[in-house]
């Protein structure tokens, strides 16, 4: 009996202590995988978005994240910082969105060196030393670009013909890749589109866009505006100057600048170009002016990236480069919206102001 009796409390206390210790393993795996997220923001709405998506993925992937990011988009010095205190961290992985990377080389490279891999995101870590930076999660923005131009064709594809019109489009600048992408992805295709139609299409207005067709021989003309500043009065100018010609059909704004240019150059005239039975206009981005723009009918719609996207890709590569898997690009998509979804579940999770 007594033998009997002591093997039966050896094995309570046994299945008492695993009823302990199970829990402790499972917070040790939720844990496992230790994240360094360093945006190029934090307070903005898009970056609150990221955030999101990063700790949805740090949940079901069982990593732990740290997210960070410097107080503006200008401040290179602070993200430095950032990136330095998270390699001192001696992480599982790092996801950077990387403000200047010529800045931060001498952080990649010990990162690198200490074996620690880096996931890029947002607009990734360009010019970063080969095999630094193991994958990116981010917006494939000339897909991106042409997702705008499939959806403003059909709105405009009545007014083919043999009168000549023209499409402005507005773009912050020319050197951003990320926006310079979202531009000629937005041309290639509109030109890929209008010439399946029988259309000759004259690109003018900037070299780094133009062809080589005149714009005397041309059925459709696609005219880039840029401004020599990024301010809003200059942006004001030069989507004021396409939207007063009389040929113009159509503007597309490749960014939230551009997009805000439009509006404010529409607010200029006594009378509004924009609307469904004048100028069809199409933006990118999702700030406030932008969506009120869509629900007043001013704006035909838009083009989103997908922020929470951006976020759970990232730190589920991270989890996957930190456990030595190979790892490749992903794009994280866009969305068009315009008055008859905007206001959906699916789309409102990923708007940002």
């Not at 990063?54 to 069982?62: K, V």
């Not at 405009?156 to 992805?185: F, M, Y």
């Amino acid at each position: 009996m007594k033998k009997t009796f002591k093997i039966k409390l050896m094995a309570i206390a046994s299945l008492f202590t695993l009823a302990n210790i199970a829990p402790i393993m499972t917070s040790v795996h939720a844990e496992e995988y230790k994240v360094e997220v360093i945006a190029k923001g934090f307070q903005h709405d898009f970056w609150k978005a990221v955030n999101k998506g990063a700790e949805q993925a740090a949940e079901e992937f069982g990593a732990k994240i740290n997210f960070v990011g410097p107080q503006s988009e200008t401040a290179i010095a602070e993200q430095l910082e950032q990136l330095n205190n998270a390699i001192n961290k001696k992480p599982s992985a790092i996801a950077l969105a990387a403000l200047d990377t010529e800045a931060q080389l001498d952080a990649i490279n010990n990162a690198k060196d200490k074996g620690i891999p880096i996931i890029g995101f947002d607009s990734g870590v360009p010019g970063a030393p080969e095999g630094a930076i193991h994958a990116t999660a981010s917006t494939d923005n000339e897909a991106a670009g042409a997702n705008a131009a499939e959806h403003m064709l059909p709105l405009i594809e009545n007014k083919l013909g043999d009168k000549a019109i023209r499409i402005g489009v507005v773009s912050q600048e020319a050197n951003s890749l990320s926006i310079t992408q979202r531009t000629s992805g937005f041309i290639d295709k509109m030109v890929e589109l209008l010439e399946g139609k029988g259309q000759k299409v004259a690109v003018i207005g900037h070299d780094k866009f133009k062809n080589d067709v005149a714009e005397g021989e041309a059925n459709v003309i696609i005219e880039v505006r840029i401004p020599a500043q990024v301010d809003d009065a200059a942006g004001k100018t030069e989507a004021s100057t396409v939207l007063e010609k009389e040929d113009t059909v159509a503007v597309y704004g490749s960014n939230e600048f551009a997009a805000k240019a439009i509006i404010n150059a529409n607010d200029g005239f006594s009378e509004s170009k924009l609307g469904a039975d004048k100028i069809i206009a199409v933006g990118f981005d999702s700030g406030a002016l932008q969506q009120d723009a869509i629900r007043k009918g001013l704006f035909a719609g838009s083009i989103t990236q997908d922020p929470v996207q951006i976020g759970y890709q990232a730190v589920k590569l991270a989890v996957q480069a930190a456990k030595g898997e190979k790892v490749e690009d992903v794009d994280t998509g866009s969305k068009w919206y315009d008055a008859t979804n905007i206001d959906n579940e699916d789309i409102q999770a990923v708007l940002y102001e």
